[in-house]
């Protein structure tokens, strides 16, 4: 199956604090979605996108097909924010490890 | 609609029983996923099925493991003489048909221990 590698693993914020997590894929895929996973190990759909840029509110993504990463931005962060951060690729949606971002207030 | 279900949301079992989940996707969506998660790890792909047709299987499900959707709504996914390794997190999650966009919706998950 497809590798996806996410990183940071961790990352600690400041209230309000801009941030950018990666991921990346080890083949072209046509599929990628972004999620979050809330402390109660809920997962929440943030985007789908295999390709291009989108955003909503405060965050946005951005996914370059063709260098088989994308990136996902957090900006004006809030301690609601805080959990794991996943994106998964691939028609099955293999995920990577997450990012585990803690914002502090 | 109220989203994606799954029954029981804990359970917890004797090493060798067997245990069964069940998974109530969206109605209307026609795959629907099984995924299991363990602590610190990102959710694992195990199967998805298209309606009633289960179209892919991971490796990771042994034959202890099998995964069924009758008539292409509920899914159950059943685990036979579980073992310790067998307790994580057992996820369904569903999507439309995917000609355009496919965006998962994840239910909140079981949550087994095998003692």
């Known amino acids: 199956g497809i590798q996806v590698e996410q990183s940071p693993p961790d990352l600690i914020l400041q209230e309000g604090a801009n941030s950018t997590l990666r991921c990346n894929f080890s083949?072209?895929?046509?599929?990628l979605q972004w999620f979050h996973q809330n402390p109660w190990g809920q997962l929440i759909n943030l985007f789908y996108i295999p390709s291009g840029t989108k955003q909503n509110g405060r965050l946005s993504a951005t996914t370059v097909a063709t260098e088989r990463y994308s990136l996902l931005y957090i900006s004006s962060s809030q301690t609601t924010d805080s959990g794991v951060y996943f994106c998964a690729a691939g028609n099955q949606f293999y995920f990577g490890t997450g990012t585990s971002l803690t914002v502090i207030p | 609609d109220t989203g994606v279900s799954q029954d029981p949301r804990h359970k917890i079992t004797k090493r060798g029983q067997n245990v069964t989940f069940r998974c109530d996707p969206i109605s209307e969506h026609n795959r629907l996923y099984w995924y299991r998660q363990t602590l610190g790890q990102g959710p694992e792909f195990l199967t998805y099925f298209q309606n009633e047709a289960q179209l892919e299987k991971s490796r990771l499900l042994s034959d202890r493991f099998s995964a069924e959707r009758p008539k292409g709504s509920f899914s159950t996914l059943e685990i036979q003489r579980t073992e310790q390794g067998d307790s994580a997190m057992y996820l369904c999650?569903?999507?439309?048909?995917?000609?355009?966009?496919?965006?998962?919706?994840f239910g909140p998950g079981t949550r087994l221990l095998v003692l």
């Open positions: 999650a569903s999507s439309p048909k995917p000609f355009t966009q496919e965006t998962q919706y």
């Open positions: 083949d072209s895929v046509n599929n």
